[in-house]
């Protein structure tokens, strides 16, 4: 697969699931544009590995569940790389507790994060994709979103919510040639997760046996973005943990 001359923007690339998807696209030869919100050296990091791979890339510091900050960031991408043909909603955080226990702030912020952050950069971006009628999103889900999950009430109901956002969004944009995927993970390996791979009962819950890694879950992606007939789907990267 040949991206060459499409431009990227992933949220949450500084690490994890995001870093791995920055780089695997690439090395497939789209320009990147890295968006993070604090980790301003790992961001770096990440352009300067993707450029050794002879494509251009620019961090970009953005918190995504900011609406006018979400708009103005997918604005300076259009300025330095062009305008956005790839969108991967990556960004995400936890704010694990019981319902009964959770406060509101916690269940308010992944909400924003989570889910608001995806539909700011598809709002921005979409105008971008209607005009060059041709566009790829991809929203990083959870099987969390899928099969639920207990403790994590916020992140599961945002990671559901947006598994109809990337359905409808699929239906709204399929006309103009734009597909719009959504991924759902397992447990993988990343700054998210660290130390529950090892965790007895959780292995013995995942049929493959182990965690997986930020880069099959690029792999995965770099696939959709291959892919002009697939668009609303939830495609699960789990190890055989939900089905
Ligand atoms: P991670 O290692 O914790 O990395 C999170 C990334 O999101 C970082 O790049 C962080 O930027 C960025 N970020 C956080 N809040 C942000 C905000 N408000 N605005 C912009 N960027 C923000 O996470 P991960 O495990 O790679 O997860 C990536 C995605 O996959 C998330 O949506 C997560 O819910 C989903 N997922 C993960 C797993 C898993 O097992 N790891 C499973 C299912 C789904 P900074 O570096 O600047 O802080």
Request: with cysteine; aromatic share 4%.
């Amino acid at each position: 697969m040949d991206l060459k001359g499409q431009v990227a923007l992933i949220t949450g690339a500084s690490r994890g699931i995001g870093r791995a998807v920055a780089l695997k696209l690439a090395e497939l030869g789209a320009d990147i544009a890295v968006v993070y919100v604090g980790n301003a050296e790992k961001a770096a990091q990440v352009c300067d590995l993707a450029r050794k791979k002879g494509v251009r890339a620019e961090a970009f510091a953005c918190d995504v569940s900011d609406f006018e900050a979400a708009k103005e960031t997918v604005e300076a991408v259009k300025q330095k790389l062009g305008i956005v043909n790839i969108l991967v909603n990556n960004a995400g955080i936890t704010r694990d507790g019981l319902i009964m226990t959770m406060k509101e702030e916690a269940f308010d912020e992944v909400i924003q994060v989570n889910l608001k952050g995806a539909f700011n950069m598809m709002r921005h971006c979409s105008p971008g994709f209607v005009k060059n009628r041709r566009g790829k999103i991809i929203n990083i889900s959870s099987v969390a979103g899928v099969v639920g999950n207990a403790g994590q009430a916020n992140y599961s109901a945002s990671k559901a919510g947006l598994i109809g956002l990337t359905k409808t969004v699929a239906k709204e944009l399929a006309s103009r040639n734009i597909c719009c995927n959504a991924i759902a993970p397992g447990l993988i390996e990343t700054d998210m997760t660290q130390g529950l791979s090892n965790e007895e009962g959780l292995m013995a819950a995942i049929p493959l046996g182990r965690a997986g890694t930020p880069e099959e879950v690029a792999e995965l992606a770099a696939f959709l973005c291959g892919s002009d007939y697939i668009t609303g789907q939830v495609i699960c990267i789990d190890g055989g943990l939900a089905f």
